[in-house]
Structures are given as C-alpha cells and as structure tokens.
C-alpha cells in the first residue's frame, strides 16, 4: 500500500512536470484545445505498466493540480471531462488488444478534444462551438500518435518489475 | 503500428478532412455579431461596422473590437487568456468563447439565424 502511494505521488509529480512544460510553450495557433498532450504520454505508461485505475486516480489529480497551480481553476471542469473520456477511451481500446499504443494514443487525444468541446458546448448553450471539432480532430490526431510513438517506446523500456507492488 | 491503427487513425482523419472541406464550402461571410454572457444575449452588432465594445461580466471585463469585417477580442482579464489569442474571426458560425467568464461572440448571416441553421449549415 505505501509502496504504491509513493509510486502514484511520483506519477503524479511527473504528469505535472509535463503539465507545466505545456504551459510554457503555448502553440500559437489562434484556435483554442490544441496541446502536444505530454501529461497523455504519463498516463499512458500507467495504463500499460499497472492498472487502469491508478492511470485514473493519477489523472484527477494531475488534473485539478495543474488547474490549481499553473492552470485556471474554473476550466478544471473542461479539462476533466477531456481527460477521463479520452482514458475511458484508451481503456476500452486497449482491452480489445486490437490496437498498438500509437492507435489508443490519437484515440485518447481526439477524445479529450471531444469532452473538453462537449462540456464547453452545454455549459455555454452554444452548438456552434462543435464547428471546431474537425481542427482538433486533426491535431488531436497528430499530436496523439507522436506522443503514442513516444509512450510505446517507454511501455517496452521500462521494467514491469518496478511497478510491481 | 498495427494494420488496425492506420484504419483507425486514417478514418479519424478522413472524417475530420471532409467535414472540414464541407464545412469551407457551405460556410457564407457573416453580417451579424451576437454576445452573450453565461447564455444570454448582451450585445448585438453589424460586422459592417467598425466599433469596440466592452462587454459587462461579473467577474472581470472582456473587450472585442470590429474592425473591417472582422472581430477580435483585445482585451480580457480572463486567467488563460485563451479568448484573446483567439485568431479574429469573420465567418457565419464562427465563435470566439471565454470559458472562465462564459461569453461567447458568434457571427451570424443574417439576425434571423436561429440554432439550427448553425448546426446544420
């Protein structure tokens, strides 16, 4: 139990490393939800290397943490309902074991795009924010399968017994 | 990389592109611009005509300027700021949101547009 509070605490603390990284390289692209999804690429590891919910304890908390401390506290709600749609997502598409990480990584990203667009969509009354689905579609896409690439590769290099607990 | 991935990914793009090159050739030029706060209109204004509007939110002050057909937000309190990186903005349907203080500025065609124009143009 201990042994996997510090291993969740230190998840944590990287997924907000990451987090912040993001933060300090905006893409200026003049549409608002397009991120590299770096913290994507923590959770991912979780899912593969323990179980899917420490990937979902790690990614709450990574999530109202990065709100909090170098975020906006009222968009936290945005961002939640993005990241546990696109881990419901990787979850689903993992278990299939149809997919390689790449897949179940721009999966995860367009899903997160999906949620954060969705709540925006309810909480504004306004359907017309959905016009901007297929550019993140798109980037959601692309950055997904790069941070795929990256967390595929983590996924076999990490030894599964220093997760074992 | 599975055989299953490229479907995957590739069908997510596919359907991202054509809605994308739909969405371009159906969209028209705007002519209105409709404000709202936390879902109630605020303010209305021709795109035709140059102005900067300070729009009233509880918590802090967002401000957009028209400028030739074009609508921009220049200044906001916001803490992401996200609203005023927002690229100006011209066509029908087209919105520039502020989440942390819940406005929302839409071009319209005409000031007759209702929701279901917006969703199915």
Known sequence: MTKKIALNGLFVALALVVSYIEVLIPIPTGIPGIKIGLANGVIMVLIWLTTWKQALIVSVVRIVLAGLLFGNPVTIVYSLAGGILSLIIMILLKKTKAFSPVGISAAGGVGHNVGQLTIAVLLMENAKIYLYLPVLLVSGTITGVVIGVLAGTLITKIPKRLMEI | ?121
């Open chain 2, 1 to 121: 990389m599975k055989k299953k991935d490229l479907f995957l990914v590739g069908g997510i793009l596919i359907i991202a592109l054509t809605s994308m090159l739909v969405i371009h050739l159906t969209q028209r030029d705007g002519k209105q611009v409709k404000v709202t706060v936390d879902g109630k209109i605020v303010h209305e204004a021709s795109l035709s005509k140059n102005e900067t509007y300070t729009i009233p939110v509880e918590s802090g002050e967002n401000k957009m300027r028209i400028k030739n057909g074009y609508v921009k937000m220049i200044d906001a309190d916001c803490p992401d700021q996200i609203c005023k990186n927002h690229k100006k903005i011209s066509k029908d349907g087209e919105t520039i949101v502020c989440l942390p203080h819940k406005v929302v500025i839409e071009i319209m065609s005409d000031t007759k547009d209702n929701e279901l124009d917006g969703m199915t143009n």
